[in-house]
């Protein structure tokens, strides 16, 4: 078949992932080589392991964020509060919500790790100090993490029932 489309394959490009038990014995697959095992995989930037979870997309993502916010606070001596939220909307939030529609997390710790660096960005200003974190996103004008996941689920959704997206594409 591979002869027949022309079809070039390059073991050392090539990896494969067992999904599931991890007590069962492990395969070796074989295509002009052996193909080397993987315990994670990043598919269109989405880190997933073979657990089918995705802590390690979710701590980098955190860890990215937090690099980004530590940055901002050392390059920027006069942050007032609409300097900080166009940062923060341009830099820091996107990376906390690209493909969050393939990874939302469901787990309590993780939202709130998520979390976490939204809240750690809000006490950058010297204004928004003393304030709770609520206070500190109302005055900001920017919703908690949980509830923009909530809305762009909703905003999916609505999309697939009311067929605006090619039907063959869904």
Same mark, same amino acid.
């Given at each position: 078949m591979v002869k027949r489309w022309r079809l070039n394959f390059h073991p050392d490009k090539n990896k494969h992932m067992r999904i599931g038990r991890s007590d069962v014995k492990e395969q070796e697959y074989k295509m002009y080589g052996n193909i080397t095992s993987t315990k994670n995989e990043r598919g269109i930037g989405v880190v997933i392991d073979d657990n089918l979870t995705f802590i390690g997309h /979710?701590?980098?993502?955190?860890?990215?964020a937090n690099n980004i916010l530590g940055i901002i606070r050392r390059n920027f001596?006069?942050?007032?509060?609409?300097?900080?939220?166009? /940062?923060?909307?341009a830099l820091v939030r996107p990376h906390l919500e690209y493909a969050n529609q393939i990874w939302c997390p469901h787990l309590v710790k993780d939202t709130k790790a998520i979390e976490n660096v939204q809240r750690r960005g809000t006490r950058m200003t010297p204004q928004l100090k003393g304030h709770n974190y609520e206070e500190r996103v109302n005055k900001l004008d920017l919703p908690i993490l949980a509830y923009r996941r909530s809305r762009e689920d909703q905003i999916e959704t609505c999309k697939i029932i009311t067929q605006k997206y090619d039907q063959q594409c869904i």
């Open positions: /979710l701590a980098e993502k955190i860890n990215k001596v006069h942050l007032d509060i609409f300097i900080l939220k166009a /940062l923060y909307t």
